[in-house]
């Protein structure tokens, strides 16, 4: 079992930055890859980046290279989502996931996470 809690999310306006924060407990921390997803109003779940287990290889979708920066702290058991160049359509429901049981299938598919945090929003005013 995993239990996740996000944070940092607030209004921000375009062209700020925000970092978010993913504290996870249960499991050991280091021996599973995150995620980040997204979900606006109205718009099916979006896949905004992956970090693996050890911190080593990071993934993300190509609307987020270069402003987005995935990174971890194993021995805060935390990961972290740094956003810079805020768009006002980054505005969502941002989300953490645990990928603790491998499955074979690649970062971007949510169906490979196996806990979730509540979700912490996003503003971004234009």
């Known amino acids: 079992q995993v239990q996740l809690v996000e944070s940092g999310g607030g209004l921000v306006q375009a062209g700020g930055s925000l970092r978010l924060s993913c504290a996870a407990s249960?499991?050991?921390?280091?021996?599973?890859?995150m995620g980040w997803f997204r979900q606006a109003p109205g718009k099916e779940r979006e896949f905004v980046g992956g970090?693996?287990?050890?911190?080593?290889?990071?993934y993300y979708a190509d609307s987020m290279k270069g402003r987005f920066t995935i990174s971890r702290d194993n021995a805060k058991n935390t990961v972290y989502l740094q956003m810079n160049s805020l768009k006002p359509e980054d505005t969502a429901v941002y989300y953490c996931?645990?990928?603790?049981?491998?499955?074979?299938?690649?970062?971007?598919?949510?169906?490979?996470?196996?806990?979730w945090g509540q979700g912490t929003q996003v503003t971004v005013a234009s």
């Open positions: 996931a645990a990928d603790v049981i491998p499955r074979g299938l690649t970062a971007n598919q949510a169906r490979g996470y196996d806990y």
């Open positions: 249960g499991r050991t921390f280091s021996t599973y890859a």
């Open positions: 970090i693996t287990w050890s911190g080593g290889r990071t």
